[in-house]
């Protein structure tokens, strides 16, 4: 073989393995691209009121294709509109969110992100109810914070009728995040919000008299601010018996013993 036919060889061999290499480097990146840049969807998506939200959202630095998944026949539908400069056609849509979408990184122990697991409130809605991540935290599309209309979907119009209560959102008492048992709220998460409020926060010391759940004698969720007061009488019963309530007959318990510290005013 010539010295000019090997060199010939030599530079065809050569161009034949950078053309590999580049095609190789290409379809990483485009598979790439594909799968992990969110500028594909904003192709279509820019304009539209889902990706405002998103890019103004907590899940920002999340590239979309990490919640909505594609299978190959959509990703190859998706790069021939994108190429095109058409949306991209074909059955079934794409980039629907997957069972457990949600669970690569609330369930992971990543501390970059809330995790969920063990928590009440998804204890009983998801591992019990079985309830879908987005029929909660999709009502504001990519807004994700779980707004109270999600809450009164299922469990319905639940006013209160407290003075000062009727604006806070249901987790405000209703802790889904906590470790306890079920989701009514506890003494602890009255108390959390009460002494952060600075509500007479004296009077719920571990020293105060009464230690007992605070819905024993509250229920912000009655119907009328008068029923949302168990009345005293419900406990005790016999009290009016006592010789020292004859003379405060008609009155009111609490005009004599003040609330959370029942220690009777004397006169």
């Avoid at 920002?60 to 790069?79: D, F, G, K, S």
């Amino acid at each position: 073989m010539g010295e000019r036919r090997r060199r010939i060889l030599y530079a065809a061999a050569s161009v034949a393995v950078v053309l590999a290499a580049a095609a190789v480097a290409g379809a990483v990146r485009m598979k790439r691209f594909m799968e992990e840049d969110p500028r594909l969807c904003a192709y279509c998506h820019r304009a539209s009121p889902e990706f405002a939200l998103w890019n103004r959202g907590s899940h920002r630095m999340v590239a979309c294709q990490r919640c909505h998944h594609n299978t190959q026949e959509q990703q190859v539908a998706m790069l021939r509109g994108f190429l095109a400069g058409t949306r991209p056609g074909g059955k079934g849509g794409h980039g629907e969110v997957e069972v457990g979408a949600c669970a690569a990184c609330h369930l992971s122990h990543d501390p970059r992100w809330p995790q969920v697991g063990g928590s009440r409130g998804h204890r009983i809605h998801v591992d019990q109810q079985r309830i879908a991540c987005v029929r909660c935290h999709a009502a504001s599309v990519h807004g994700f914070e779980p707004v109270q209309a999600s809450c009164r979907a299922c469990h319905g119009q639940h006013a209160v009728s407290v003075s000062g209560m009727q604006q806070l959102h249901c987790f405000a008492c209703h802790d889904f995040l906590s470790q306890d048992p079920g989701l009514k709220p506890t003494r602890r998460d009255c108390l959390r919000c009460h002494s952060a409020e600075g509500v007479l926060p004296s009077r719920f010391s571990d020293q105060a008299p009464m230690q007992f759940a605070c819905g024993a004698c509250h229920k912000p969720h009655a119907k009328t601010k008068e029923e949302a007061l168990v009345a005293c009488t419900s406990c005790h019963k016999d009290v009016a018996k006592a010789p020292v309530h004859a003379r405060a007959r008609g009155r009111r318990c609490v005009e004599c013993h003040e609330p959370h510290l029942w220690k009777a005013k004397r006169g």
